[in-house]
T-cell receptor, first 113, second 112 residues
Framework: DARVTQTPRDKVTEMGQEVTMRCQPI?????VFWYRQTMMQGLELLAY????????DSGMPKDRFSAEMPDATLATLKIQPSEPRDSAVYFC???????????FGQGTRLTVV | GENVEQHPSTLSVQEGDSAVIKCTYS??????FPWYKQELGKRPQLIID?????GEKKDQRIAVTLNKTAKHFSLHITETQPEDSAVYFC???????????FGKGTLLTVNP
């Protein structure tokens, strides 16, 4: 049963530290999304890639967030420096080429203290 | 860019009643409208979807309707059961850019 894999599952870090979250999309999926989930904002789109090319990262605070897809099996989301307001669950989702359904990973719960 | 509005934010119904969640979208080029269910502590999972060339789709107790002219779509759950309790998200996908934008979610509670 192919699944999107995210690591770490949980991360607690101190304000100012760098945080890197990783996502392994399902093999053969060519669109990858990064979402942030908070109680108030629901599922907020941060960035997405198609065939590894970044298409839109307008939802990301550019001064501290960066998203990359170094190869087809890995997408990364980095926060530097982290702040308490970044505390949220970060989801990665991938879509198969020619398909429509977005498959979500388990999420990374980030707590910045 | 696309903007998806979802109402209500919370909905409480008695077991056996129907539940309706409504969404509107802003980009007339959007062509695909999925609905996701997220149980507490779990990942969102697709429950039903509809494309812009279809007005209604049904799968057992759930159905989705789409009004392209008004740019709104709705999720209907009939004969609700306690296990339907979850957060439901609607979404819209851009016609040419594959961008998937979600509403803010509806917390549905089905009381036994």
């Amino acid at each position: 049963d192919a699944r999107v894999t995210q690591t770490p599952r949980d991360k607690v870090t101190e304000m100012g530290q760098e945080v890197t979250m990783r996502c392994q999309p399902i093999l053969g999926h060519n669109t990858v999304f990064w979402y942030r989930q908070t109680m108030m904002q629901g599922l907020e789109l941060l960035a997405y890639f198609r065939n590894r090319a970044p298409l839109d990262d307008s939802g990301m605070p550019k001064d501290r967030f960066s998203a990359e897809m170094p190869d087809a099996t890995l997408a990364t989301l980095k926060i530097q420096p982290s702040e308490p307001r970044d505390s949220a669950v970060y989801f990665c989702a991938s879509v198969p080429g020619g398909g429509t359904e977005a498959f979500f990973g388990q999420g990374t719960r980030l707590t910045v203290v | 860019g696309e903007n998806v509005e979802q109402h209500p934010s919370t909905l409480s119904v008695q077991e056996g009643d129907s539940a309706v969640i409504k969404c509107t979208y802003s980009d007339s080029a959007s062509n695909y409208f999925p609905w996701y269910k997220q149980e507490l502590g779990k990942r969102p999972q697709l429950i039903i979807d509809i494309r812009s060339n279809v007005g209604e789709k049904k799968d057992q107790r759930i159905a989705v309707t789409l009004n392209k002219t008004a740019k709104h779509f709705s999720l209907h759950i009939t004969e609700t059961q306690p296990e339907d309790s979850a957060v439901y998200f609607c979404a819209a996908r851009g016609g040419s850019n594959y961008k998937l934008t979600f509403g803010k979610g509806t917390l549905l509670t089905v009381n036994p």
